[in-house]
């Protein structure tokens, strides 16, 4: 059998690291007449509590999909106010987190991204990395596919200049954004859609997909229990059999 039915949430099989897609920020606002960027300001809200719930279950690594680098695309105002909420975010990141032990990573591409963003996240990465708690990690301007792409250039010059001779899943994973990072074991995409959108396509081989139809809002800390239930009822086989 597949998938177990079960109920209680067992506290010694939590995900190790846990990805999510919050996805459906924009309908939620349009269902109640608001803009979009409403829709954005209340799901940096739901995070937090997500945040806080995964810290509390002992979840050691959270990966959110927070800006991706088709995201661009979107009208200016939607860009510049998703902008704009990040810079709070990792502004009132230390506060806003205080008495827990979560460091805050943030992955993509970040040459895009505007100045004080990019300070921003240089000091909370730096003042939050020797804790051990929950890896939180951002990704922003982040692409799966271009991510390999940049690895595998790092790999060429790496090869060109002597310092690799084999080439096999490591060499290219120790050059992805995620180096040292476990691939994630769950991944929630919210909002109905199931796709991955260019989320961790190389780490997401073996990880166990939850789609749920809540709009990100509305995501709550029992939905989070619900999908992690759902994870512990799945047999993981990793291309195996079952033992
Ligand atoms: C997808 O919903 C969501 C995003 C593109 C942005 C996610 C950002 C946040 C939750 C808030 C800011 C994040 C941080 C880390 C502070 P959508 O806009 O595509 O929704 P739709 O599919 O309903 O249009």
Redesign the pocket.
């Known amino acids: 059998m597949l998938f177990n039915k079960k109920k209680e949430l067992d506290k010694n099989n939590i995900p190790k690291h846990i990805a999510i897609i919050?996805?459906?920020?924009?309908?939620?606002a349009e269902k109640r007449g608001l803009s979009?960027s409403m829709?954005?300001r209340e799901?940096?809200r739901?995070?937090k509590k997500i945040v806080e719930e995964c810290y509390r279950l002992g979840v050691r690594y959270l990966t959110?999909y927070?800006?991706?680098t088709e995201?661009w695309s979107r009208p200016k105002e939607e860009v510049d106010e998703?902008m704009k909420?990040?810079l709070e975010?990792l502004r009132n990141a230390e506060r806003e987190l205080a008495g827990k032990n979560v460091r805050i990573r943030v992955i993509g591409d970040k040459k895009r991204l505007p100045e004080e963003i990019v300070k921003e996240i240089e000091r909370v990465e730096k003042s939050t990395e020797n804790i051990e708690g929950l890896d939180f990690i951002?990704a922003l301007n982040y692409g799966g596919r271009q991510e390999i792409v940049e690895a595998v250039s790092r790999l060429v010059e790496d090869v060109k200049a002597g310092l690799v001779s084999r080439i096999d899943e490591g060499t290219i994973s120790e050059r992805l954004y995620t180096k040292g990072i476990p691939d994630p074991d769950l991944l929630i995409r919210t909002?109905g859609e199931m796709r991955l959108s260019n989320f961790l396509i190389w780490q997401s081989s073996y990880t166990e997909f939850y789609f749920c139809d809540v709009?990100?809002p509305d995501f709550s800390a029992a939905n989070l229990r619900d999908a992690i239930i759902s994870y512990q009822g799945r047999q993981r086989r990793f291309g195996g059999v079952k033992c």
């Open positions: 919050m996805d459906g920020n924009g309908r939620w979009r829709g954005h799901g940096s739901t995070l959110v927070a800006f991706s995201n998703l909420l990040l975010y951002i909002s709009l990100w």
